[in-house]
């Protein structure tokens, strides 16, 4: 078992139910997400000691928040408290050609106000393994940015491992200010996850439609992003969006060894959200068990395939879960 | 801001969960619908101007569809009331092979029992700028026949141009009533719609099967039912019916231009009733806003595709929807 | 109307809801279920006076199982109480590259528990026309198959013609000891439904994986299956695993004309327990009427189809639903 | 098991979830029901053979509720069919001091369009011991009183004896009519059950509120009414409407021996819809079961009130659940 | 018809379902509401026309609050945009010794954050008849006390009448703040409404517990209240908190012809949020109808008590609702 | 923070909603409960430190317990797995005066086959405080019973304080066998909890209804327990079953200092199973603060009146929350 340490924000999530919009509903689904936080539950699923490190709030909201953590046996006692809010984000399941919407209310919170004292990294980092974090929580404040800074910092001359997940959101701040920010953390970091729509933000290559997918320009970008940084490896994500109901998932990596790509699913998609995160971790899981490139590029994208069949950002499955797939090409016959 | 008025009928709609047949459902999810109601709703939530003409019971079904009304933004004051009674319908919503079933409770209704006297077209089409009806509403009784067509000799005479879908309901009528009575109406209409078997029922062309789409044919009827009226323009709907989970949807116009084909849709269906309705209000919208014919069919086409998605009669796409539709290319993804 | 009587297990069935995983469901949907327990349903919505003949608890949900029965019209005079339990089992639904997972807490039932006394087969079959069992009902029990032997000497000396349906379920024996104990009971069955898998475990043939067909093995294996026994007729239903969402479903069968395809459906899936239970009810109804073995083969196909769009494990089409099926080509289009 | 007869109107039943208003519902509960049915129902709990006589429309409404019928073990071999409806009401639950309110929608139906040879009286009462209807039949249509008329007459000749509920609906007739017609039926009545109000209205009695109860106004009208008709008892439900969620309810009876009067329960309702009707079955089970009119009383009220604490119309209370609440003094101890 | 003018925050209402804490609730029910709306929302419901004044972000959120007004005919056109957020809260609904929990999320938003130049107030009172207010409003920030303050003098100034609804919340500021600003607010009042308890916070009386009502000291204060200031009434209401399933309401009144009292109703709570509010507008509705104040008093009374056996916040009873209850003395007789 | 062992069964709850019958119940709400579990989760709640001993499946319902544990802080890890099954029971919710009914279906289970070997007391005792079970325990097998038997020796060698609630079942033993047993546990128990009814069972005192209490009798045999025992001190909880809505809950102890009793709460009942358990963990959790046995009564009875509150049979519940109950005198003030 390896010791994971991820950092970031956890919001509540109010899902509209049955494809309905937020208009016509008078009820939400509620849960508890957060790119890191979904990272290291995936991580706890497949047996791992994770520890998710946020500043939440002092009230019920923040109390159930750690009871969702004790559930999936996250560890949280490195987590802060003081009197703000929860962030929270509403989802509007699309349908076929109907987009999903997601509507976030996180400013304010908690950890957007945290600050710098409030995380002693070196009491956090005792023992670690390994270190994620997105690009979300940098974009959160100023001062974000510098308590994550100073957790690389910290990990980096502790030998702690590092992954980042680019994850770049327009709502948060502008491309200028993520590209810029963002470079900062590039020398630290090991392994990079992305998919190639942030890459070309954060790295300044010219953007493209995404919904059908140009391998070659693929390609040609992660091998850019390895060669011009000091990453282990590269890995990207391939969403093909054909609508709301069906995507293509694949994804392709970049080290030493050049390029591999994966098998590619088509996936009747239940919620996909959370996809990205299921991703990475499974990328930190096979990383932590040394698996060769090629099989880590295939054990993340069938894990995070089989998220996106199960509700809510969590990926609950296995590695037991994720193997059988690997084993069965997704035939899903049924277990009796 | 047009001002639109829509006539005809308004029921309870009952549908069931899940697929589950209505042997199985103690539950049933209710809203309120009607095919003249559901092109106001739609053109409402374009923005524009509408009026719902009907007549209701003074009970709380009554009250209910009135706070509907409000709700989406449709003009009720001359709506008028009975003791009577309110239509229902039931949905057992098919999948798969298995079709969708409707059975409709609308006999009596106060709408089927209206009288002459009930409506002033006069004072109704005061500044209206379009008036459209179906051929639901010359079905619901004789009384109905004259009163819809006395509205359609006053919109005339008041410069209020006029839409009229075909929409023929076996239920309610026999092909050769509703093709003799319907015939009457074609001089006042500006704008016909249909699909393809409703126009052979009241033109009088023989009947195939709608399953896979013969564009020939179509363009063929089409042709012949503009050429032989005084439509200013025909939009006829084409469904693939694959099965109860996917169509094909797209559509044909014609005009003095000649004929021009949509983009066909491949949808997974979250609720298809509506659908027609919905592409009505499309071509009622685009023609107002003075759109060529074949951005109108597009328009009306990527409209009615997004409703197929949404729950409930009523399409609650805005105008801003369906352009996103239409640059997107029904790739849908999702808006953070 | 003929009589059948039908005899084994019923069980409570627990399913998740909207492809919630059972870790994730604080609600279950209750439904009663078991394989010959389907069949007599099915046959029952298809007109014909069913029995269905197993043991169960004298309690509230003993009771429950009779007003399902009785619901149903099937007829519940033969059967037996005790005070032990009613199986249950669990329903995880999958969805795309996830498996559906079924957990079954059965034993110790009271049909499990059941003793050869409590079963008068003379007075059961006393103007019967058919019995039909599957191979999970010697399979609870050392007693339960010679229960079940019993009855089915019983059925040919009163000229009752006899159905299996081989079901071989591996949590409740060996592949060896269902071999042996189902081979003992082939020479009294008149028509054998299977599925390929469970032929080669029961015949000995040698495994290889189902998720896509080769028809070639198939029409081998079947035409052996025929051969080598007595039986009239023999149907193997074909499921192609393409994932959780969607199946390939069509039938072979192989009598004294040699060797029948049916039409193959591609299904999206609302519910695929009871679909090969269907089929055999489709089986039984259509050798009944004498159809064909080619018009059987499509009924009993259709008809099973239907059940896969149809929620829990009962299939509830009609005849004319499988006759619309049959002539509709599957396009489903709105009944209003 | 005595064989008894009810006839009257079974509807679609549609309420309101958890005190929702049915301006606020999107959701309806679905159950069937009618005053004749419940009787049927609560005495096919009891035990005995049933048959419910009506018309229905042939369409899934219909056949839904013989599956209801057939479920419930009430014999449905007498029911007619048409092409017209099945009625519906609509029930608005109240809380505290807000009323239950109930919306009829129940005009036009197959029932209260049924005609006078739908119903061969003589091969339906063939063995009977009892005929039940209410006050609510007759009402339907002047056909319905004419038939209800015949059935009475034809069971008298036969020896069936006959009780009737009065049932008092202001919705479907006069106060005028009802007496008049009512009165006609009285020489045919073995065994009347009424509520005070009722009782007024049908034997010309002053009205006064009914929130608290004058024991001695009860007493009184109870007496004029048993001595002044044929009656070989007769049976007043006394319901002291506390309000929406607190009820009073017991009962008295007059018969030879003078008045009696039932324990008094405190209610906190469930669902008080059918609770007359429970009692009517009560008191027909103890009167087939020869209880003397003082423990026939104490059984119905028993029986009845249980029924306010179980959803929807039906009793569905075991002759066992009455006799455990006679016993225990409502005390309601938890049975593990 | 009189228009009615209210001013404050409308909120995301995130209730949990059947008494279930927030920490066992995977779904919430969503209504949207704020003391002021839901005065605004009652009026409507009693046939005023009536104007909601406040600040919504534009997004999904923003536009479902405006189709919330639509729905219940409140005038939503001097309401503002921003892009900031709609405040949320949560409620935990207690039952028996479980207190009801509310967790407000209301920093930030949109209204909190409005400036004095976003509402034109001479423009949104022409015309008017009456202005209302609660404590919240000032509460939200200096800034909405100023604003508040400028709305207070303009409606002076313009001949509107002023009511304001004390409503204390701890949470918003403290004690002293509210005491010093709620008094410079009291010259401009004309209708006083409070609880016992805000009234001793804001007019510096002594706290004592409120959980049973010593009448006499209430009579106190509220005498105090209304000599000390220049009202033309004050209105009271008592709640007697027996505990969360059942609480004793009934108010007091001061005018100048001394005080009256309204019966007390016992009310079994279906949801007590927003029960002041609906007594402001029985208030309001019953001064503007020139009622006596007793008879204010009774009318507001009985309103209220209705608001607590209806879900979410809003009053949705009528005037006739309101009618029947004062004449039926609570028995909530069925209404069929 | 002490540490605390209890030793018992867990258990799939499936309960009905909404006051449904389990025959009109198409869905059950799940949740895993048991006694000795029950009080463990509500000392976590307390903040104690926790660990739950038993042997369940190791299949995904056992992994779904061991998350349930997770959650509520519980710690695992003497748990023991085999593949046999979990028990299930079914609750169906009574009201007013329709009991509550349970059925158990938990013979077979894990715990219920466990071994001797499975469970190292030694091991398990290591820095304990307290052990705590119930009845139920050693009546799940005369394995269980011996089991248990070294538990307590066990915990007496090692300085363990042991507490039992005698929890008698009538479906799992005789009164005669139950007495036989559990009068040998005695001597090692430090604190006895009961209610009367099983006081008398296992002490052989005559049984007398529970409905209303008779504070007498009840003095008479605690003191008589308390006497003829070694106990440190005894609990009996009083329930007061007025029906199944509301219930009368108090207690009394016995030690050295005499008698003493608590106040009692008529609460309004949302889930009365698991009232006992949390009732013991009150006494437990003020034992060990060392509360004085007067305060420990109030402490337990406010506990686990809350718990009746609250749905499913954790009393979830914080220290907090029961304080504010025994100083506010259960009036449930809503908490803004």
Known sequence: MSKIVTFGEVMLRLSTDNYRKIQQSDIFRASYAGSELNVAVSLANFGEQTYFVTKLPKNILGDTVISVLNRFNVNSKFIKYDNNRLGTYYVERGASQRPTKVIYDRKFSSIALAKSLDFNWEQIFKGADWFHFSGITPALSDELTEICFQACVKAKEMGVKISCDLNYRSKLWSKDKASEVMKRFMPYINILIAN?????????????????????????????????????????????????????????????????????????????????????????????????????????????????????????????????????????????
Chains 1, 2, 3, 4, 5, 6 share one sequence.
């Open 196 to 336: 190639e729509e942030d890459a070309k933000v954060i790295f300044n290559y010219e953007y493209s439609d995404q919904s059908s997918i140009d391998m070659k320009s693929y390609e040609y970008i992660i091998r850019e992003v390895f060669n011009r940084n000091s990453f282990d490896k590269v890995f990207f994500t391939l969403r093909e969006s054909l609508n709301s109901t069906i995507n293509g998932w694949s994804s392709i990596s970049c080290d030493k060894q050049g390029i591999s790509r994966s098998k590619k699913y088509d996936i009747y998609i239940v919620d996909r959200l959370g996809g990205g995160d299921s991703f990475a971790a499974g990328i930190i899981y096979s990383e932590l068990k040394s698996y060769c490139t090629k099989d880590q590029l295939e054990f993340a994208t069938a894990a995070s395939c089989l998220k996106h069949t199960i509700n809510d950002d969590f990926n609950l499955s296995s590695v037991e879960d994720v193997k059988n797939l690997l084993e069965s090409d997704g035939n899903a016959r049924i277990k009796r």
